[in-house]
């Protein structure tokens, strides 16, 4: 029963460095997604797929990027690390389907990955 | 300017009383309404979920949906200590749509 997960939970890296964020859910949900979640700003959508090989950019995509190569992984590219980057970040999926019931749109979220850039 | 905006608080309440939690969106084509709850260094969990206007009950808690005046209101009823944590409005078009979330309103409920 393992829902998101999320790897690593806690990682620091150097201004310019690259890394990538792991999600992958067991749940079989179309939609997945990434979020930043600063103080004072809430949750801010990085990306989202509706589906495997269909992305589409959030809030501040900016200096991030997603692939969706299967139904299960959705990984978070940092290209080059910059302190403002500096957030945890959560992973989130969800079923997708047509009206309510059956599909109330319920984001189910990873426990969070904790980046500090220097 | 976000989508969705929220007093970020934080709100600090004695033991019993009653909770409002409060946003405002500024996308008409929101349908979909939800209400989270997230405790510290957790993810967010759903708590309530309210598609276009009116009003949805669930024990303690109430959600309701004004879409003429674009407002978003969580009431908590009895309020308890376990409830003291952050509390995030979201809205979205459609199930499969991008979710939007507000700032988050931090609360505490005092024994």
């Known amino acids: 029963n393992a829902g998101v997960t999320q790897t690593p939970k806690f990682q620091v890296l150097k201004t310019g460095q690259s890394m990538t964020l792991q999600c992958a859910q067991d749940m079989n949900h179309e939609y997945m997604s990434w979020y930043r979640q600063d103080p004072g700003m809430g949750l801010r959508l990085i990306h989202y797929s509706v589906g495997a090989g269909i992305t589409d950019q959030g809030e501040v995509p900016n200096g991030y990027n997603v692939s969706r190569s299967t139904t299960e992984d959705f990984p978070l590219r940092l290209l080059s690390a910059a302190p403002s980057q500096t957030s945890v970040y959560f992973c989130a999926s969800s079923y997708v389907g047509q009206g309510i019931k059956g599909s109330t749109g319920e984001l189910f979220f990873g426990e969070g990955s904790r980046l500090t850039v220097l | 300017q976000k989508e969705v905006e929220q007093d970020p608080g934080p709100l600090s309440v004695p033991e019993g009383a009653i909770v409002s939690l409060n946003c405002t969106y500024s996308n008409s084509a929101f349908q979909y309404f939800m209400w989270y709850r997230q405790y510290s260094r957790k993810g967010p969990e759903l708590l309530m979920y309210?598609?276009?206007?009116g009003n949805k009950e669930d024990g303690r808690f109430t959600a309701q949906v004004d879409k003429s005046s674009k407002y978003i209101s969580l009431f908590i009823r009895d309020s308890q200590p376990s409830d003291s944590a952050t509390y995030l409005c979201a809205g979205t078009k459609t199930s499969y749509d991008k979710v939007i979330f507000g700032p988050g309103t931090s609360l505490s409920v005092i024994p």
């Open positions: 309210t598609y276009s206007s």
